[in-house]
């Protein structure tokens, strides 16, 4: 990095934190700390509630996703636009009508103070982690690439969002989140343009979708019900639905954005606008990621993205066989640049069967350098693997042929099934390593910004959130003195900064697993159904009272949590699996609890 870039990238990170602290000093009572005053418009309701969710991870490993795996993953979130036109007519008027702080409040007026305790906790554990996660991966990703300490990365981001955060509340999230949502989108353009600039004379942007679609990156939709699929159109909408649903209608990150909208139609629009541009913006961020894949076609890659982990195996016995199989990827990398190349003039389609080969083979490569990783940072892997790899390797001229697809699927299966170490998986550090090569300086410094602003925003939302939950649900609630407005403000204040330190400490501690996004939305997963499902027993199921979904709640966490660690279904199925899971259980043992004293039944009244 040079002069300049620092200068872009401290500049704008300074001014985020400064100007968040300034506009937003002074809250003298829980409503403005909380809820920002209800001021907000829905253009801030909408940027606010986007950039919660857009952290870092999403501009870091979306455009790995989509060079490894392609567009695919935007069916992701097909459900999310279900999911807020249901929050707009159900949620949002009834956490107005009640004038809560937080999602949880409610669950106390429909069951009682220990149901709204433990649904707190839990979205207080997932969230916590959530939070350092969010911490923790630019900080990892920068470390590598940049070669600065991880703990100090940590440390730095942390505190620089515990500093507005702590300062300003909800107001100070929503004012810098429209900041850094316009250094994200800039940044983000300017990557696109650049790397489509980048490309060969003659290839067009629709040449370079060509090439892409060669190579399988551009299937977008998927609609087999196979479970071992995991994005699919109907894991989106289902599943996706669910998740959208608990996310944005439960977790109170998203809860405490909408809330501070000056109206009920204020808070609609704001939701409803980030239903509309959330799909757009993420099929763009994975179009990045497609770009840079083709970009890659005619400039020479890396097999492995994880420089860190490429030397050490440089420095191992498996040295030689790594070389290898670079020296056969040189080779190969040379052929798909002319065909390429060919492609891009002719479009023929013979030249598109070709260029599949060639790409089945790299991945092949790929895959090999991996477990070659694998073997080195770990002992103990399958004796099953030299076999299936020399069986591979020998039909590495036939990559069409049936039996190298099979073979290459059971290597890939038996590779994810072992290879689940940090230092195995470069999905997170493609865009990153294309970012620091390849762009003209200055523009390095601004998309540094832009992954670091994205942290920043996503980690404010929950510390804010984590803050408000624990001040509100657990400490209020349970404090029996009264206490003036002052108090709680200060209460809150305490609790953010709590919160950040727990965060820095869980990214401190934190290991990479597989995909930085993907792992943000199991551990979503794994709590958010259970939790939706208690607000839809609340919202819709009378006859069940607190004691019935107090014990179906600790049932369906106790059987979803093992659910995930034995992998009985993709994570996304989590969602509807533990929704409809604490549904039915309390309402088979509704029946044989005896009535609690409790009767508000809430929403009809």
């Known amino acids: 990095?040079?002069?300049?870039?620092?200068?872009?990238?401290?500049?704008?990170?300074?001014?985020?934190?400064?100007?968040?602290?300034?506009?937003?000093?002074?809250?003298?009572?829980?409503?403005?700390?909380?809820?920002?005053?209800?001021?907000?418009?829905?253009?801030?309701?909408?940027?606010?509630?986007?950039?919660?969710?857009?952290?870092?991870?999403?501009?870091?490993?979306?455009?790995?996703?989509?060079?490894?795996?392609?567009?695919?993953?935007?069916?992701?979130?097909?459900?999310?636009?279900?999911?807020?036109?249901?929050?707009?007519?159900?949620?949002?008027?009834?956490?107005?009508?009640?004038n809560v702080y937080t999602a949880y409040e409610y669950l106390e007026s429909r069951f009682d103070l220990k149901t709204r305790s433990l649904t707190a906790i839990l979205f207080l554990i997932?969230?916590?982690?959530?939070?350092?996660?969010?911490?923790?991966?630019?900080?990892?990703?920068?470390?590598?690439?940049?070669?600065?300490?991880?703990?100090?990365?940590?440390?730095?981001?942390?505190?620089?969002?515990?500093?507005?955060?702590?300062?300003?509340?909800?107001?100070?999230?929503?004012?810098?989140?429209?900041?850094?949502?316009?250094?994200?989108?800039?940044?983000?353009?300017?990557?696109?343009?650049?790397?489509?600039?980048?490309?060969?004379?003659?290839?067009?942007?629709s040449k370079a979708l060509d090439i892409a679609g060669a190579s399988g990156k551009m299937e977008v939709l998927d609609f087999s019900f196979n479970f071992d699929n995991r994005y699919t159109f109907w894991s989106g909408i289902i599943g996706g639905s669910f998740l959208a649903l608990s996310y944005f209608g439960t977790d109170q990150s998203q809860v405490q954005r909408y809330l501070s909208g000056k109206s009920i139609k204020e808070s609609q629009l704001g939701l409803l606008f980030n239903g509309l541009l959330k799909v757009p913006m993420q099929f763009f961020i994975l179009l990045v990621g497609v770009m840079v894949f083709v970009f890659y076609q005619f400039n020479p890659s890396p097999l492995n993205f994880n420089e860190n982990s490429v030397n050490k195996l440089l420095n191992s016995e498996y040295s030689n066989e790594y070389k290898e199989i670079v020296e056969k990827n040189n080779i190969l990398f040379s052929q798909k640049k002319g065909i390429a190349q060919e492609?891009?003039?002719?479009?023929?389609?013979?030249?598109?069967?070709?260029?599949?080969?060639?790409?089945?083979?790299?991945?092949?490569?790929?895959?090999?350098?991996?477990?070659l990783i694998k073997r080195v940072i770990d002992s103990t892997y399958s004796k099953n693997y030299d076999q299936l790899a020399l069986e591979v390797k020998n039909l590495e001229k036939e990559p069409l042929s049936e039996e190298y697809k099979i073979k290459q699927k059971e290597l890939l299966a038996l590779y994810k099934k072992s290879a689940k170490d940090k230092e195995t998986n470069d999905k997170d550090y493609i865009f990153i390593t294309f970012i620091l090569n390849n762009l003209p300086r200055g523009l390095i410094g601004l998309l540094l910004a832009v992954i670091l602003s994205a942290a920043m925003s996503s980690t404010a939302s929950e510390l804010n959130a984590l803050a408000s939950t624990t001040a509100i649900d657990l400490y209020k609630r349970n404090v029996k003195e009264d206490k003036d407005d002052k108090h709680y403000v200060n209460a809150s204040k305490f609790f953010t900064l709590v919160w950040g330190i727990l965060a820095i400490l869980v990214a401190c501690f934190a290991n990479l697993f597989d995909n930085l996004i993907q792992l943000v939305n199991i551990i979503g997963s794994i709590f958010y159904g259970n939790v939706l499902g208690i607000f839809l027993l609340a919202f819709f199921v009378k006859f069940v009272r607190s004691n019935a979904t107090f014990v179906a709640a600790i049932i369906t966490q106790i059987i979803v949590i093992i659910g995930w660690y034995y992998d009985w279904?993709?994570?996304?199925?989590?969602?509807?699996?533990?929704?409809?899971?604490?549904?039915?259980?309390?309402?088979?043992i509704q029946p044989f609890i005896s009535l609690d004293s409790h009767t508000d039944l809430g929403i009809s009244e």
């Open 126 to 205: 997932q969230r916590g982690l959530a939070a350092g996660i969010t911490i923790f991966a630019p900080a990892i990703i920068l470390s590598a690439v940049l070669g600065w300490d991880l703990t100090t990365l940590n440390v730095i981001i942390g505190v620089l969002v515990i500093i507005y955060t702590v300062s300003g509340g909800t107001k100070a999230v929503s004012v810098t989140q429209k900041q850094q949502m316009a250094i994200i989108f800039t940044g983000m353009l300017i990557a696109f343009f650049l790397i489509v600039s980048y490309l060969p004379e003659g290839v067009t942007f």
């Open 1 to 98: 990095m040079q002069t300049i870039d620092w200068i872009v990238l401290i500049g704008t990170l300074l001014f985020i934190v400064l100007y968040g602290s300034w506009k937003t000093r002074g809250s003298k009572n829980v409503q403005e700390y909380i809820r920002g005053g209800n001021e907000a418009k829905w253009w801030t309701v909408g940027l606010s509630v986007m950039a919660t969710q857009a952290s870092a991870i999403t501009f870091l490993s979306t455009p790995g996703q989509a060079f490894h795996s392609g567009m695919g993953f935007v069916q992701f979130y097909f459900g999310l636009p279900i999911a807020m036109v249901v929050i707009c007519m159900i949620f949002i008027p009834l956490y107005h009508k009640l």
């Open 569 to 588: 279904m993709p994570y996304l199925w989590l969602n509807l699996f533990g929704c409809v899971l604490v549904m039915v259980i309390a309402m088979i």
């Open 343 to 371: 492609l891009a003039k002719t479009g023929d389609v013979g030249l598109k069967t070709k260029l599949t080969s060639m790409d089945s083979l790299e991945k092949s490569y790929r895959l090999r350098t991996q477990y």
